[in-house]
């Protein structure tokens, strides 16, 4: 027990370690993954107080309140409404024990701190992280175009209309305006990123 208290007060019992996929089954985080609807964890990092889990659809965080405590607290960030942001990688110094991973999801900060011995499966981690921030700021940029188009668009569009009442031309447009953005946002809200993960881990 003493030892679990100063490992806490040290700061330790924060590294991570990356589990093996073989070792998925074992954490709590995999209890909460929809394998009903083909969700995969693709990474996983667990700490004596946390988990961090990377699937196809979302960032799983077991948070715990600390490392002599049994409590915890989910936390599911799904990609499709959480854009990712500010990935760092951090290696270790001569005299550190840990590598660190840094990324803003939606509105939160992560620091990770990892076992410096696994920096070469936590860069692959980086990439792929690295490569969803990208893509996800690059379809952002593509439906905030699309949404100023239907702007343009409907707006000519109910200057073109002619006969008919005014409640036609509405209806008229809102149809348009949906049926517009929703191809827009299919073609531009990711959900899904298994083969950007399966082109960069390589567990």
Do not use: W
């Amino acid at each position: 027990m003493l030892k679990r208290f100063a490992s806490e007060a040290l700061g330790l019992s924060d590294i991570g370690k990356i589990i093996s996929p073989q070792d998925y089954d074992k954490v709590d985080a995999d209890d909460y993954i929809f394998h009903e609807d083909n969700e995969k964890i693709f990474f996983l990092i667990k700490s004596k107080k946390d988990e961090y889990c990377f699937t196809n659809r979302a960032l799983l965080h077991v948070d715990g309140e600390s490392a002599i405590s049994s409590k915890r607290t989910l936390k599911r960030y799904e990609y499709a409404f959480n854009r990712i942001s500010h990935v760092l990688l951090e290696t270790a110094g001569t005299v550190d024990l840990d590598a660190e991973i840094k990324f803003v999801i939606g509105s939160d900060s992560f620091s990770i701190d990892v076992d410096k011995n696994q920096i070469e499966p936590l860069k692959d981690l980086y990439k792929a992280l690295f490569e969803i921030s990208r893509i996800q700021r690059l379809n952002a940029d593509k439906l905030e175009d699309a949404t100023n188009s239907l702007s343009i668009a409907a707006s000519a569009l109910g200057r073109a209309s002619t006969g008919g009442t005014a409640g036609d031309a509405f209806e008229q447009i809102t149809q348009f305006a949906f049926q517009y953005m929703g191809v827009a946002k299919d073609n531009f809200v990711q959900e899904d990123f298994a083969s950007v993960f399966s082109k960069y881990i390589n567990n």
